[in-house]
């Protein structure tokens, strides 16, 4: 089992950037699938980002593409998430996620292809 804390969220306003930063430990998380999340007050869980085993990189092209980018550092066992030109949308508690089996690669959209999720941690962005 892998266990996530992230960190770097916050308040910013309209424009503003964070960068999201997730400490895996417990095994190495190169060849797992790592992922982005979050969930707005009443509504569900949703997809923002993820990075395969192979280091592909897909995200939700409707919401986050060309302002969102993923990365993952192996030595350091840490995923970010770069967010930039935010907006009051954009406000929700942000999960990070790895998934460490076979077929966890093959649909990184799906929380159900990660096993381990971090805490969570909160970005608002005011208008």
């Known amino acids: 089992q892998v266990q996530l804390v992230e960190s770097g969220g916050g308040l910013v306003q309209t424009g503003g950037s964070l960068r999201l930063s997730c400490a895996a430990s417990?095994?190495?998380?190169?060849?797992?699938?790592s992922g982005w999340f979050r969930q707005a007050p009443g509504e569900e869980r949703q997809f923002v980002a993820a990075?395969?085993?192979?280091?592909?990189?897909?995200y939700d092209v409707a919401s986050v593409k060309g302002r969102f980018t993923i990365s993952r550092d192996n030595a350091e066992r840490t995923v970010y998430l770069q967010m930039n030109s935010l907006k009051p949308e954009d406000t929700a508690v942000y999960y990070c996620?790895?998934?460490?089996?076979?077929?966890?690669?093959?649909?990184?959209?799906?929380?159900?292809?990660?096993?381990?999720w971090g805490q969570g941690t909160q970005v608002t962005v005011s208008s």
């Open positions: 417990g095994r190495s998380i190169s060849q797992c699938a």
């Open positions: 990075v395969t085993r192979n280091g592909r990189t897909t």
């Open positions: 996620a790895v998934g460490c089996r076979s077929d966890s690669s093959s649909y990184p959209l799906s929380p159900a292809s990660y096993d381990s």
